[in-house]
């Protein structure tokens, strides 16, 4: 594709946002015509992120975890809608009041606006957007670097298993012996209490029964989760929504299922059998167990699956730098535990992530496809094909 540079040399500059973003429509319409579309779109898309969390819960589900899965859900919806709804509102205002387009005001910054939003809201909010965020532009700047380094990491499964076997060793074991509260897929084996613990396994009952409950646990999530996505993902405008259902379900291959259970399976059972065979310490073996747990990404072996415990790993981290106490001569790091970098990094990187959309939709994943549909409400795919033929009628009249 040409470069933005050139673009605007040949004729884009000058263009108006109707031109460029809504022809045939006034900036109101533009606007407001779709709210309705937003919030639905907001809805839908933020219910399995609050509801998943309750099904890994299982057993130990109570009116309180619904309450405030609750509450969330509504923070989550509320804050999605604020800002999809302030995108085509940005997008003319930055061009009226610039009267040009250029190169930082034609998407990214529109886009870096409207997520202003994003600190007003609750911690656990804007972590969750944080860490989505992160995710998803890490992805995508892989993906589209040229990069001989980003490449080879991109095309070699074997790479990004080491990879996600190393942050899980450090995800696991940071949340078993630091207290770190974290989302992560499988449940972290407690922390023996007995002196001794380097002999003896943490949980009560025989090893056998220990595996086979969690295994049946873990399945029986996994099935849910799957079941539960696809149901979710049939609801559409167009298809009967148990058609469309039945259809995915015939065809669902359940590469959670697989994943859950393998993965919760190999860290336990490795675990157990190192307690009872080995006389390494005690916190070596947990290590191992949670490294060997990570082979189970080759059931799955996404690169968005991996972006995603390497965000974790990144928040873990912030975690245990904020919990550290640092002597008078360090006071400037006590400062840095004040600046919220997840909310200003969350403001850069949504810009960031849409121009990628719009220039280079191949280096999004599906995750990242859907935040930007449903950042900008399921309005990014028209505007997109509007500004491209755009492009093609000035570089037609040139």
């Given at each position: 594709m040409v470069s933005l540079s050139k673009l605007l040399n040949q004729g884009l500059r000058d263009a108006k946002c109707y031109e460029v973003f809504h022809p045939g429509k006034t900036c109101s319409e533009f606007h407001f015509g779709k709210s309705r579309s937003l919030l639905i779109k907001c809805v839908k898309f933020f219910f399995p992120i609050a509801t998943v969390p309750l099904i890994l819960k299982g057993k130990n589900l109570r009116k309180k975890h619904v309450r405030e899965a609750f509450e969330y859900y509504m923070e989550l919806i509320l804050t999605g809608f604020l800002i999809s709804q302030q995108v085509p509102m940005a997008w003319c205002l930055v061009r009226r009041l610039s009267g040009k387009f250029t190169e930082c005001n034609i998407v990214y910054l529109p886009m870096t606006l409207p997520t202003w939003t994003i600190f007003f809201i609750s911690p656990r909010v804007a972590r969750l957007f944080a860490a989505s965020i992160f995710q998803v532009t890490f992805e995508a700047a892989i993906r589209n670097s040229?990069?001989?380094?980003?490449?080879?990491?991109?095309?070699?499964?074997?790479?990004?298993?080491?990879?996600?076997?190393?942050?899980?060793?450090?995800?696991l074991h940071t949340i078993q012996n630091y207290n770190v509260k974290a989302f992560w897929v499988v449940k972290s084996i407690p922390r023996p209490i007995e002196s001794d613990i380097d002999a003896k396994c943490s949980h009560n009952g025989e090893c056998s029964k220990f595996w086979l409950n969690d295994l049946a646990k873990n399945i029986l999530i996994g099935l849910s989760i799957d079941v539960f996505k696809t149901f979710v993902g049939s609801i559409t405008k167009t298809n009967s929504l148990f058609n469309a259902f039945g259809n995915k379900l015939v065809h669902l291959n359940f590469p959670t299922t697989f994943f859950l259970s393998s993965y919760s399976c190999i860290y336990k059972m490795t675990s157990c059998l190192l307690n009872q065979k080995s006389d390494m310490n005690g916190e070596l073996k947990h290590i191992i167990a949670a490294f060997l747990g990570g082979i189970s990404f080759f059931t799955l072996p996404k690169l968005t699956i991996l972006c995603y415990i390497i965000s974790i790993s990144i928040e873990i981290s912030w975690h245990l730098f904020e919990r550290k106490k640092f002597k008078n001569n360090l006071k400037y790091l006590e400062l840095l535990k004040r600046i919220p970098f997840h909310r200003i990094y969350t403001c850069l990187s949504v810009g960031y992530l849409v121009q990628m959309y719009v220039f280079h939709p191949e280096a999004l994943s599906q995750l990242g496809l859907a935040m930007v549909s449903a950042f900008t409400g399921d309005q990014a795919p028209e505007m997109k094909a509007v500004f491209h033929n755009y492009i093609k009628t000035i570089k037609h009249n040139k």
């Open positions: 040229k990069n001989k380094i980003c490449k080879t990491f991109c095309n070699s499964k074997t790479i990004q298993a080491l990879l996600f076997m190393t942050c899980s060793a450090f995800v």
